[in-house]
């Protein structure tokens, strides 16, 4: 029990942080708060150039880390040859053809087509997310997710519904960065249903693609062996506390601090992981085997 208090307890924070710096800000609920789906509450904020060339360097130094491993200590492997001569698996083929269905119904703009585009976006993921499986199992010997571990992928679509549900409500207190202009087309209790089918699809994809780049010897190869770090105790502390803050000034400044809802649950949630001495993204890079995370 002692392992997961200090889990328990950065989860209670993460989500009532914000309530208090929305509290303090609004003296209450920030506006839209409890519309679902989110709508738009306030005025698009223009266009920064200072945030988008920040934003760019950043994607450029990790694009520069992809392309250029060994000049962040990556070690030179050898790549290992891998069976690629399977068979498609029986789902693969209807996924397909249910994803390229759902696809023309969704961007044909033809009207008799309309209606049934609001009731693509489900299959389309799923579709697309059972023919990334089916390559996985072609290129992987028969082993995928849906072949070999069906109870993980369900799983992975039940945390993924919650997890989303969290972003949601995390997403009332930077005032709606992303909302849903068409809100009007299901009933409340639609919404919440269509929704929760939807948010089942993220961390499958996320996944599915995982296993798909790992069956390619090149890449999966190419980060094998990088740099060994491991972080020390204090660190891991004050990381700790300073990705729970970041959550309360989200909540009071949440134009500015928008972009601490994606990124400072890293900071915020690994360090606790860690701490209880369970396994997080980070925890590979004790034993150089870096690929996990950068894939």
Request: net charge positive; charged share 10%; with cysteine.
């Amino acid at each position: 029990m002692k392992k997961k208090l200090l889990l328990i307890l950065s989860t209670f924070l993460l989500l009532i942080l914000p309530v208090l710096g929305g509290f303090v800000k609004w003296h209450g609920f920030p506006p839209g708060f409890g519309h679902f789906p989110a709508q738009q509450v306030v005025p698009v904020v223009p266009f920064n150039q200072t945030v988008f060339i920040f934003g760019c360097l950043f994607a450029a130094l990790l694009l520069i880390i992809i392309l250029f491993p060994r000049l962040f200590g990556f070690k030179k492997s050898k790549p290992k040859k891998t069976n690629t001569k399977g068979k498609f698996p029986v789902w693969f083929w209807p996924s397909v053809v249910v994803t390229l269905l759902s696809w023309f119904f969704m961007w044909v703009p033809i009207a008799i087509f309309k209606t049934i585009s609001h009731y693509t976006f489900v299959p389309l993921w799923w579709g697309f997310i059972l023919v990334l499986d089916g390559f996985v199992y072609k290129r992987n010997n028969g082993i995928s997710l849906v072949s070999s571990k069906p109870n993980t992928i369900k799983l992975l679509a039940v945390v993924s519904c919650v997890s989303w549900f969290v972003f949601e409500f995390l997403n009332y207190f930077v005032l709606e960065n992303w909302y849903y202009p068409n809100g009007e087309i299901f009933s409340n209790f639609g919404n919440i249903s269509w929704q929760l089918l939807s948010y089942t699809t993220v961390l499958p994809a996320i996944f599915e693609w995982y296993l798909l780049l790992k069956t390619f010897s090149f890449m999966k190869d190419r980060y094998t062996y990088g740099p060994k770090i491991k972080v020390s105790k204090p660190v891991m502390i004050i990381a700790l506390i300073l990705g729970l803050s970041l959550f309360f000034f989200m909540g009071l400044f949440p134009t500015i601090l928008f972009w601490v809802l994606w990124v400072s649950l890293i900071p915020a949630y690994v360090p606790a992981m860690e701490l209880s001495g369970y396994w997080s993204p980070f925890s590979p890079y004790a034993k150089q085997e870096t690929g996990r995370l950068l894939f």
